[in-house]
């Protein structure tokens, strides 16, 4: 069973709800619109309410626009430990832009304890009966997709991958072949 309050009004919303079951874990979610153009968001859960300065995980971010079509975010996770071992565990930066048919996004990665980072980037091409998706991860993995919009409810995509570092070196080892009938009602 969990117990919990929330707030909404048009700049601030704020949920925290406990479990009551015996466990207390809490969960905390904040979140802030600064300005027109940007929000700001915070996430805690504490393993026991009963203990609050321990065992704690916690997000933050921060998203906006410099116009209405170009859009950025910056997310933090981390966790607390004790109240003296504070730390980030995972940085993460987004842009994503759309300009008429096209859309192009961004996300860029750390993960501070392997020091490691990922990223991916992806182009959408929109015509008016298909789309093209491509995707390419820093790994060299490379994504393409055809979809086909056939009927209101109903589209097919054939998709593909291919490691970019095995075919610029001459010996791509697969190429596999998807295909995707959707129907909704």
């Not at 490691?116 to 790994?139: I, M, Y």
Request: hydrophobic share 35%; net charge positive.
């Amino acid at each position: 069973m969990s117990l919990g309050v929330s707030y909404l009004s048009n700049a601030v919303k704020y949920d925290a709800y406990v479990d009551a079951s015996g466990t207390y874990s809490s969960t905390h979610n904040f979140t802030w619109r600064c300005t027109d153009s940007m929000i700001f968001g915070a996430t805690k859960t504490w393993k026991s309410v009963t203990d609050p300065l321990a065992n704690v995980k916690w997000a933050l971010g921060l998203t906006g626009h410099f116009d209405k079509s170009l859009h950025w975010g910056l997310g933090l996770k981390g966790n607390t430990p004790t109240l003296e071992k504070t730390q980030v565990n995972d940085a993460t930066l987004y842009f994503h832009k759309e300009a008429d048919t096209k859309t192009v996004a961004a996300e860029m990665g750390y993960n501070v304890p392997k020091k490691a980072f990922n990223c991916k980037v992806g182009l959408v091409v929109k015509q008016p009966d298909h789309t093209w998706k491509f995707r390419l991860h820093e790994s060299g993995l490379a994504r393409a997709a055809l979809q086909w919009q056939l009927h209101k409810v109903c589209k097919a995509t054939i998709d593909t991958s291919v490691d970019v570092k095995q075919a610029l070196g001459g010996s791509i080892t697969s190429l596999p072949l998807g295909f995707t009938f959707d129907v909704k009602y």
